[in-house]
């Protein structure tokens, strides 16, 4: 091996380029690093650990992933269908409902001529039964109530007997009430669409109520209920012609018909 000399290594340090030096970074640059935490010597930050047995999952949301019982997703699916196929307007007439202050003045009205519960109708019976057995007279006077049941509701308006017909906007089937509007034109009888059946039927102790009709009307109430009858006759009774309804695509349909549009557009 051939050892080289020190001075040679020397001479060749010095003929080499000097390192270049760089420039300091300005202070503008530099990092703020803002407000200094507090830190606690009591208690230590420790970083999170999602696995089992550490810290839980942050809250998400997870409707999309829900099982939903059978009945929410054929009420959904039957919304979505009335949008987007035509719905000829026997059918789509359900959808224009009285507005809210009308309708809660619709609903007091008949919370007033409320027929009798089981309840009232045994001590009433008693009664009877105990003036029957003393001999006294018995008082059999007709309650003025609203009438229910949709086979009942139409006879009377056959008979021109009833005054004003509600009818529920949500009856499954339909079938059962399609009819009754066209049959109150017809016989010009008064009526309404009112949305929830279940909220007719509270007014008659049930659980649901497709229509419901008014045959009498006290004396006290007689300014309230031609008030509502005068704003119910031009929306239903005197409306000419019932519009078709649906039509009304989705997101992705309307975007795709734009861009579609948009095409034929250029290629014009």
């Known amino acids: 091996a051939i050892s080289q000399s020190p001075v040679a290594a020397n001479d060749r340090q010095d003929t ?24 606690n010597p009591l208690f230590e930050t420790r970083a999170k650990a999602f696995g089992i047995g550490g810290a839980l ?18 009420q959904r699916q039957r919304r ?37 519960d089981k309840a009232a109708k045994k001590e009433r019976l008693l009664k009877e039964a105990e003036a029957a057995k003393s001999g006294g007279s018995v008082d059999k006077k007709k309650p003025v109530v609203v009438k229910y049941g949709i086979n009942h509701i139409t006879s009377l308006v056959e008979q021109k007997k009833a005054k004003l ?23 010009d009888v008064p009526f309404c669409i ?29 300014r309230e209920f031609d008030k509502i009858v005068e704003s119910v006759r031009p929306m239903y009774n005197e ?21 579609r549009a948009k095409i034929l557009k250029a290629g014009k």
């Not at 999952?57 to 929410?72: A, C, E, N, S």
């Not at 719905?87 to 809660?104: C, G, I, Y």
């Open 80 to 116: 979505v269908l009335c949008k987007r196929l035509k719905v000829p307007p026997s059918v789509n007439q359900f959808t224009k409902t009285l507005d809210r202050n009308v309708a809660e003045s619709v609903l007091k009205l008949a919370l007033k001529y409320r027929p009798e």
């Open 16 to 39: 080499m380029a000097p390192k270049k030096k760089v420039p300091a970074a300005p202070i503008s640059s530099k990092k703020s690093s803002g407000v200094k935490k507090n830190s």
């Open 57 to 74: 999952p942050v809250k998400k949301d997870l409707t999309r992933y829900v099982k939903w019982p059978k009945y929410v997703l054929l």
């Open 239 to 259: 409306a000419t012609r019932i519009s078709w309804g649906g039509g009304i695509m989705g997101s992705k349909s309307n975007a795709m018909m734009k861009k």
């Open 165 to 187: 017909v509600v009818i529920a906007h949500d009856v499954d089937p339909l079938e059962l009430v399609v009819f009754l509007p066209a049959l109150c034109k017809k016989m």
């Open 194 to 222: 009112i949305k929830g059946k279940a909220r007719l039927g509270t007014v008659v102790h049930k659980k649901t109520a497709t229509a419901l009709a008014f045959t009498t009307i006290n004396n006290e109430d007689k």
